[in-house]
């Protein structure tokens, strides 16, 4: 059933062979699981937890006593995990016939037993880039004693694929939660705070943006309009993509902008202070501007066409 344990069955090995077997551990804060009754008491020390293995009831009537042996050699023998913390260490991911299987480690180093809900989980490669994400429920686990390791794999589904024909050798399965930045299709790039805070549906309305986009042309610079919101205090929210075709990274201290209706009138202007907001070569970037109250001009604008740009005869 796991044929990443072959390597490992009928000998013992070293702790580099069974490393080389799991993939970048994807850590998440305990508090950051989102479950109210499960606020973690920050453990004492500065020493790592060895996590030992933990299997669910159907893992044990399906796994022979030599799979168990090596499975439990495994959980030891993975990195010491911080305490105060969940993990997931992916160790195989092959062909399912309704998209991939992965097998991962869901380790946790409280002193307590954990249940977790239903969270999002993603499959990365190469520098971060998201190949899938999909929601599981995780209570399906079962409890997670503490101090333990226990395997589970995950099917995702062809339907949420985001990219075809890509080498994933150098895959990744993670905590969405956990992403320091994360890579939707034409290189469109999110930070933590942005994975943090946007909702599901404001992620997948960004993903299904991300497929759309025509490829950025060499050296090309442009403002993408994304979402606009009119608030109730009478400001303005404008969702804007910064894309970077050029080869350097950009870097922005102030950026003038000036928000236009679907009769083409001004609605709003401003001066945005970016404080050296940074876009990568040959990627993009989601922001959000604010245009306070007494900078809108037209409260009553058609918004159902809009666009931002630098206004004319402004230099950035």
Do not use: C
């Not at 804060?29 to 937890?49: L, W």
């Not at 893992?59 to 006593?65: G, I, R, V």
């Not at 954990?114 to 409890?143: A, P």
Request: no cysteine; hydrophobic share 40%; aromatic share 6%.
């Amino acid at each position: 059933m796991l044929s990443f344990l072959k390597n490992l069955l009928g000998k013992t090995p070293t702790t580099e062979e069974v490393r080389e077997q799991v993939r970048e551990e994807s850590i998440l804060p305990a508090g950051d699981t989102e479950q109210s009754d499960q606020r973690e008491e920050q453990a004492e020390g500065t020493g790592g937890i060895v996590t030992s293995l933990s299997l669910h009831e159907s893992w044990e009537a399906k796994l022979s006593q030599q799979e168990k042996y090596a499975l439990s050699f495994m959980a030891q023998e993975l990195p010491p995990l911080a305490p105060g913390n969940l993990s997931l260490a992916g160790t195989q991911l092959i062909p399912h016939e309704e998209g991939i299987e992965v097998t991962a480690f869901i380790r946790n180093s409280l002193d307590r037993p954990v249940r977790l809900d239903t969270m999002t989980l993603v499959v990365l490669f190469g520098d971060q880039e998201l190949f899938t994400r999909q929601s599981f429920d995780l209570s399906q686990v079962g409890e997670i004693p503490a101090q333990s390791a226990r395997p589970w794999s995950f099917v995702f589904t062809r339907e949420h694929f985001l990219q075809l024909n890509v080498l994933l050798s150098n895959w990744k399965i993670a905590f969405e939660l956990a992403q320091k930045k994360m890579v939707l299709p034409q290189q469109l790039e999110l930070e933590e705070s942005w994975i943090k805070s946007l909702n599901d549906q404001q992620k997948e309305a960004l993903i299904g943006l991300a497929k759309r986009l025509p490829a950025l042309k060499e050296g090309e610079v442009n403002i993408q309009s994304v979402q606009i919101r009119k608030q109730e205090d009478g400001s303005m929210h404008a969702i804007l993509l910064i894309r970077n075709g050029s080869q350097q990274s950009l870097s922005f201290e102030k950026l003038p902008l000036a928000l236009y209706d679907a009769s083409g009138d001004e609605v709003a202007k401003g001066l945005f202070e970016l404080n050296g907001l940074t876009v990568n070569a040959n990627t993009s970037k989601p922001w959000l501007f604010v245009f306070p109250p007494e900078s809108v001009t037209k409260p009553d604008a058609d918004l159902s066409r809009w666009k931002v740009s630098v206004p004319q005869g402004t230099q950035s």
